[in-house]
């Protein structure tokens, strides 16, 4: 999973969006898996941990719990009823962020899909923590095993859409929203993750670097040019 620097714009108008609306839960999700879910919610408790905001990640994209794997979390041992209990991160950039990871158990899973235990949940972390952070599992899977994206988005105050550009169809994002607006959740907006699909000043940037090779002095005056041109960096 990438980390996005601290700092990064889009990061701060996400979190200017969410912050705006006083939201204290929220599920960051997508209709296929490997959109950038996780990588956007690490992002997010980053930031508002800047803030000031005490943090618990909740990872409950059962699916591939990415977000327990890349933390690195050292092993423990499954609960046998319930939740596991948050674990506190110690990093000195993660101060005041807890995880919690996601539940294997089946019987845990099918109590979670029970109207109103989650929402139970996060009122009780909300005691603890400022903020609250659902990574599901993508909409478009669905499985015994799985908890469903949508549940756990309309369980919060609102969540958001990751839609990896170039990549996720056009039909598979309409019938996720549809689904988000079946179960009440209020979807705040999408995160476009242009992983695959880089803009024109990135391609062009790429293709100096090609000549680097050949013509290194060109090639760095050609990069030097584009990384200055103000009509490239115009976002459209």
Partial sequence: ?????DGYIEVERIYAAVMAGKIRSLAVTSSQPQEGVSTVIRALARRNLNAGRSTLLVDLNLHSPHLS??????????????LAEPHMLTTQEE??????TAPARR????????PGVLESHIREWLKS???????TSPIGLHNSGN?????????CDACILTVLAGVTPRASIKSTIDKLNQAQALLLGTVVNDRYNPGLKQELLREADK?????????????RWLNKSHLLSLEL
Wanted: glycine share 4%.
């Fill in 147 to 155: 908890l469903p994206g949508e549940y756990a988005a309309s369980a």
């Fill in 95 to 100: 101060v005041n962020m807890a995880v919690i």
């Fill in 1 to 5: 999973m990438m980390q996005i620097p």
């Fill in 211 to 223: 000549l680097s090779r050949y013509f290194p002095a060109i090639a760095a005056r050609l990069k």
């Fill in 69 to 82: 794997q890349a933390l690195d979390l050292p092993k423990q041992a499954k609960p046998t009823t319930g």
């Fill in 129 to 135: 923590f400022d903020t609250v952070l659902l990574d």
């Fill in 107 to 114: 019987e845990l899973i099918m109590q979670l899909r029970e």
